[in-house]
């Protein structure tokens, strides 16, 4: 049993490095691959999947990890049949991790399995054939069976593959802060306790090792790359961003494609973000319904909710993310924002205990 449930664990924590963006290069074939698998019980195996879905894989084959009835186009120096070339195995496959058994998860989400069965890795009570190898019968799975829903059981322990999970619990400690490590946070300043939520949260860097510029001003580039972090994180539950030859193009990127901007809204990124632009891309990080009303401010001194911006500084106002420079909620949204303001609104952005609950005079 504790053998059967280790394999169980090595093939889930296969698929949980999966996928992952790279070039797949093959003999014959050469295509960009959404996930890979290394793995293997005699000789190993490569397996990838195409842009299509498409699983490929090549390797040993002493156990029907390639299906094709455990043959390949050649043998290894223990007479074992493996494939040299990579070869189709499975359309519309999303992961797949594969030892002396294969499995995948389908695009649909069913779990397939199939090969060596000697150790009881695949669920089932009974397989459809044998194959010899050094002279031992062991029972295999040579075509692709599907396991009851997404469940894998083995005997006593169950075993879920867990969902992507999205919300205010996907933030989490990413870094450590400590007092002093940015020259120009005092301890004692207004903004510290939200300088040091947005780092340890990776919201927020520093302008160098030492410094975090509180006073300084953010481009619309920086701002970007501020709410790419907080909807990602509230999405995925981790910012992968990795940046190019110009910095902000992979923020720019998925801001457009996940719709917190509009292909050509910005033509100037690194030109200074005033704080209605700035509200209008930290508006569009989180959904709606992340963003209920604590308060309910329905008159600014000096925004209408006609503008362009209107919507999104209201919401932001009534969410208790943003509190006014005034008793009378002013905004001033042509000024520039600083650094130190950037960070106390992400943090409450983030975590929905520091917004304000907030009533202004009118």
Same mark, same amino acid.
């Given at each position: 049993?504790?053998?059967?449930?280790?394999?169980?664990?090595?093939?889930? @924590?296969?698929?949980?490095?999966?996928?992952?963006?790279?070039?797949?290069?093959?003999?014959?074939?050469?295509?960009?691959?959404?996930?890979?698998?290394?793995?293997?019980?005699?000789?190993?195996?490569?397996?990838?999947?195409?842009?299509?879905? *498409?699983?490929? %894989?090549?390797?040993?084959?002493?156990?029907?990890? @390639?299906?094709?009835?455990?043959?390949?186009?050649?043998?290894?120096?223990?007479?074992?049949?493996?494939?040299?070339?990579f070869?189709?195995? %499975?359309?519309?496959?999303?992961?797949?991790?594969?030892?002396?058994? *294969?499995?995948?998860?389908?695009?649909?989400?069913?779990?397939?399995?199939?090969?060596?069965?000697?150790?009881?890795?695949?669920?089932?009570t009974?397989?459809?054939?044998?194959?010899?190898?050094?002279y031992?019968?062991?029972?295999?799975?040579?075509?692709?069976?599907?396991?009851?829903?997404?469940?894998?059981?083995?005997?006593?322990?169950?075993?879920?593959?867990?969902?992507?999970?999205?919300?205010?619990?996907?933030?989490?400690?990413?870094?450590?802060?400590?007092?002093? %490590?940015?020259?120009?946070?005092?301890?004692?300043?207004?903004?510290?306790?939200?300088?040091?939520?947005?780092?340890?949260?990776?919201?927020?860097?520093?302008?160098?090792?030492?410094?975090?510029?509180?006073?300084?001003?953010?481009?619309?580039?920086?701002?970007?790359?501020?709410?790419?972090?907080?909807?990602?994180?509230?999405?995925?539950?981790?910012?992968d961003?990795?940046q190019?030859?110009?910095?902000?193009?992979?923020?720019?990127?998925y801001?457009?494609?996940?719709?917190?901007?509009?292909?050509?809204?910005?033509?100037?990124?690194?030109?200074?973000?005033?704080?209605?632009?700035?509200?209008?891309?930290?508006?569009?990080?989180?959904?709606?319904?992340? @963003?209920?009303?604590?308060?309910?401010?329905?008159? @600014?001194?000096?925004?209408?909710?006609?503008?362009?911006?209107?919507?999104?500084?209201?919401?932001?106002?009534n969410?208790?993310?943003?509190?006014?420079?005034? *008793?009378?909620?002013t905004?001033?949204?042509?000024?520039?924002?600083?650094?130190?303001?950037?960070?106390?609104?992400?943090?409450? %952005?983030?975590?929905?205990?520091?917004?304000?609950?907030?009533?202004?005079?009118?």
């Amino acid at each position: 049993m504790k053998k059967t449930i280790s394999l169980l664990l090595a093939l889930i @924590l296969c698929m949980s490095l999966l996928p992952v963006a790279a070039s797949a290069y093959s003999t014959g074939k050469v295509g960009e691959a959404n996930a890979l698998c290394l793995g293997g019980y005699l000789t190993g195996n490569a397996a990838y999947i195409d842009k299509n879905n *498409t699983l490929w %894989m090549r390797g040993d084959n002493a156990s029907g990890q @390639l299906l094709h009835d455990g043959k390949g186009d050649a043998e290894n120096s223990l007479g074992y049949f493996i494939q040299s070339t990579f070869l189709p195995i %499975m359309e519309d496959v999303a992961s797949v991790c594969v030892h002396n058994a *294969t499995a995948v998860i389908k695009t649909d989400g069913s779990l397939w399995m199939w090969g060596m069965n000697d150790n009881s890795q695949l669920p089932f009570t009974s397989v459809n054939d044998t194959f010899t190898n050094q002279y031992i019968e062991r029972p295999v799975q040579s075509v692709p069976r599907q396991v009851e829903g997404a469940t894998v059981r083995t005997g006593e322990a169950e075993i879920k593959y867990p969902e992507l999970t999205t919300g205010f619990g996907n933030f989490s400690k990413q870094n450590t802060y400590t007092d002093g %490590m940015f020259t120009d946070v005092p301890a004692n300043q207004w903004y510290a306790d939200t300088v040091k939520a947005a780092y340890e949260l990776g919201l927020a860097k520093g302008s160098s090792e030492t410094t975090f510029s509180p006073g300084g001003n953010v481009t619309i580039a920086e701002t970007l790359a501020f709410a790419c972090r907080v909807h990602s994180i509230y999405s995925t539950g981790k910012a992968d961003f990795k940046q190019g030859g110009v910095w902000y193009q992979v923020y720019v990127d998925y801001a457009i494609a996940n719709d917190i901007i509009k292909e050509g809204e910005y033509t100037n990124y690194t030109a200074k973000a005033n704080r209605a632009q700035f509200a209008s891309i930290l508006a569009k990080a989180l959904p709606a319904d992340a @963003l209920d009303a604590i308060n309910n401010i329905s008159i @600014l001194p000096d925004v209408n909710k006609s503008s362009a911006y209107g919507e999104a500084v209201f919401t932001l106002y009534n969410a208790g993310v943003l509190t006014g420079s005034d *008793t009378k909620g002013t905004f001033n949204p042509a000024s520039s924002i600083s650094r130190g303001e950037v960070a106390t609104i992400i943090a409450r %952005m983030a975590i929905p205990s520091l917004r304000k609950t907030i009533t202004l005079d009118n």
